[in-house]
């Protein structure tokens, strides 16, 4: 493609996740530093136009970030050949027909995730996309925040050996939205419109794993409602139909076992709101979004059970923190930034639409794992697409 300049239509802006992590803390970033940074130090100017349902939030964010182009009318901006790529940060279920209007369009799409609300039509999007020959990226974000990007190094170095067990703990406590404001919207805990836990976080967990340890093999899920009703944005109670917590257990790879706990309903005792920790044979590791710590079998404790006697030693004492040995940056630009080059480079982006569809088929099956009470396969990446 043309790299005089690239031309982006951010769709759903007005958002929380859309507005600070898409827009400001990436697309306007890179626009104020002058455009996308090339390996060969050129730059590329970016220009942003924002679409969205409500015309007076668009004006509020266009005069406070000094944004000339915004519109309420999609199919204006898609028919307009100066934008290249269609970014979509709506509601899952306003998603798939966006998406479409995109693909019809030939543009290049970078979209939250999930992209359906079912595997089938994530699938059918994938397939979609590929027989358009669009350029097409899901976010992974995840996988560039500063704590992963250690454990990727770790991985990578065979720090690990073999990878016993994977233990993960991820949730905060949300506010019922009575006596103080929820931190999450509503639709979050609504069934109906596309909310509940494992909807939202196992496509996270689908790529986080794959990426790390290998694809998922299984997964055996337990959901719960532990709050059924809460207080909306408007002070009104309403019944919360969708899954607030999860807890589910994963064989990935060569038999690595995740066992993965996904909660808004835990009060957090631990460095950060998400935290894994590795058992290999030759080490181990406990990561969250930035920091890690380590611990090889040469230094590994010989802990002795006694009940009758408490345990006097430091087990935290033992263990190494994992140096940053980099520069790391907000995770989303940095996707955002990987996209966009490859973009200009004309190479595929390794996060593609049919990654985003993997993440929806472990949800599906995880839903399907709580409501029957049994384990269930999802069998190799071909089979999953078959």
Request: with cysteine; charged share 25%.
């Amino acid at each position: 493609m043309t790299t005089q300049t690239i031309g982006i239509i951010l769709n759903g802006v007005t958002g929380r996740m859309g507005y600070r992590q898409h827009l400001v803390r990436s697309i306007l970033a890179i626009r104020d530093e002058g455009g996308l940074a090339l390996p060969d130090g050129s730059r590329v100017p970016i220009r942003p136009v924002l679409v969205g349902r409500d015309k007076e939030k668009l004006d509020r964010i266009a005069l406070r970030h000094g944004v000339e182009e915004y519109t309420t009318d999609l199919d204006a901006a898609l028919s307009d050949d100066g934008l290249g790529v269609y970014a979509d940060f709506l509601l899952t279920s306003a998603r798939v027909p966006a998406l479409r209007r995109a693909i019809a369009a030939g543009k290049a799409i970078y979209s939250e995730k999930p992209t359906a609300e079912t595997h089938a039509e994530a699938e059918e999007l994938a397939r979609e996309v590929e027989r358009a020959g669009l350029h097409n990226g899901v976010v992974h974000d995840k996988l560039y925040l500063p704590g992963l990007l250690k454990l990727r190094r770790l991985v990578d170095s065979g720090f690990f050996g073999r990878v016993l067990s994977v233990r993960g703990e991820f949730g905060y406590w949300v506010f019922e939205g009575g006596w103080q404001p929820a931190q999450r919207p509503s639709w979050n805990y609504r069934k109906e419109d596309g909310g509940g836990i494992v909807v939202d976080m196992f496509p996270h967990w689908n790529y986080v794993f794959e990426h790390l340890f290998g694809p998922v093999r299984s997964v055996y899920a337990h959901t719960a409602t532990h709050i059924p009703e809460r207080v909306d944005e408007h002070g009104a109670s309403y019944a919360a139909t969708a899954d607030d917590a999860a807890y589910a257990i994963f064989e990935v790879g060569e038999g690595t076992v995740v066992q993965m706990n996904s909660s808004w309903c835990v009060r957090v005792d631990r460095d950060e709101l998400v935290e894994f920790q590795v058992d290999g044979t030759h080490g181990s590791a406990v990561v969250g979004l930035f920091n890690g710590r380590v611990q090889t079998r040469e230094t590994t404790p010989r802990p002795v059970w006694n009940p009758d006697l408490a345990d006097a030693h430091d087990y935290r004492a033992d263990w190494s923190r994992v140096p940053d040995n980099a520069e790391f940056g907000n995770g989303f630009r940095a996707q955002w930034e990987e996209y966009l080059r490859d973009l200009v480079a004309g190479r595929p982006h390794r996060f593609d639409f049919a990654s985003a569809a993997r993440g929806v088929l472990l949800a599906e099956r995880g839903l399907e794992s709580a409501a029957t009470g049994r384990r269930i396969a999802l069998g190799t990446n071909a089979e999953a697409r078959s």
